[in-house]
């Protein structure tokens, strides 16, 4: 009976086991010199804790402010004209990630915000060398297997900031 509960014990560890793990995942100020107030990056670092390598992965995420808007990136100027403000973010991380091992990424000029924001990721898309790839959406049972750091947020996609276009 002990070895059956151990066996049973072992399949539920490994099914649970995430693929990925941030151990952070949010804004940083990215305003060199002070020229662009407002900017900011998104700072990532993770664990491969997956049994085989990865390519790539996306994390879908939003910019939420402080009553829990998701809000758009407020991006201006000629170099952005006609782009369709939206409230759903990519970080686009490539690989080769080997398992085992942490990894420390960042992306500059990712957001445009001038009040406090957080980044808050709906879904994590992963593509395996070995040509197979997985789709995980974070949910309020499953964000602290992915983003232990962050809190599960209401987030209310239908009102907060949406510049006019």
Known sequence: MRKLLFIIACVFALSTQAQVQFTKFKFGKDSP?????????????????????????????????????????????????????????????????????????????????????????????IDYLDKTSETIEITKENIGKYFPKIKWMDVDYDHGFQPDN
């Open 33 to 125: 010199f002070g020229c662009c107030p407002g900017r900011k990056m998104t700072d990532a670092k993770f664990n491969v804790t997956a049994d085989k390598a990865i390519k790539r992965i996306s994390v879908v995420y939003s910019g939420v402010d402080q009553v829990g808007d998701a809000v758009c990136s407020d991006i201006v100027g000629a170099a952005n004209a006609g782009v369709k403000h939206t409230k759903y973010l990519q970080l686009l991380l490539v690989g080769p990630f080997e398992p085992g091992k942490s990894y420390s990424k960042w992306a500059s000029g990712t957001f445009w915000y001038g009040a406090k924001v957080t980044a808050f990721p709906q879904k994590i898309e």
